[in-house]
């Protein structure tokens, strides 16, 4: 069994930082892309930032210059470093990863149960 577990989320105020972090455990062969998504009250769930394979990154517009996304690989961990926060990215944020699960027949997609980040002062 894979699973994701995401931390690091809270309450801050405008313009200030926070720092998520996801792990991956169970029975993983090997882990594609890692990313972060996020869903806020009565909006759909959108791609935040992505690191696949390779290094390569992407950001939404919305938060490029502001989150930086980042991988340890050989713990399976995915990081967002958020800074100069605003209220509109108040959301739950969840981990998402593609990965190989030992004896599997292909490419799975797994999520975390989701962490809330509010921006308020």
């Known amino acids: 069994q894979v699973q994701l577990v995401e931390s690091g989320g809270g309450l801050v105020q405008p313009g200030g930082s926070l720092r998520l972090s996801c792990v991956a455990s169970?029975?993983?062969?090997?882990?594609?892309?890692m990313g972060w998504y996020r869903q806020a009250p009565g909006k759909q769930r959108e791609l935040v930032a992505v690191?696949?394979?390779?290094?390569?990154?992407n950001y939404a517009d919305s938060v490029k210059g502001r989150f930086t996304i980042s991988r340890d690989n050989a713990k399976n961990l995915v990081y967002l470093q958020m800074n100069s926060l605003k209220p509109e990215d108040t959301a739950v944020y969840y981990c998402?990863?593609?990965?190989?699960?030992?004896?599997?027949?292909?490419?799975?997609?797994?999520w975390g149960q989701g962490t809330q980040v509010t921006v308020s002062s």
């Open positions: 998402k990863a593609d990965l190989y699960p030992y004896r599997s027949t292909g490419l799975r997609t797994y």
């Open positions: 169970g029975s993983i062969f090997s882990i594609n892309d």
């Open positions: 690191a696949s394979v390779g290094d390569r990154l």
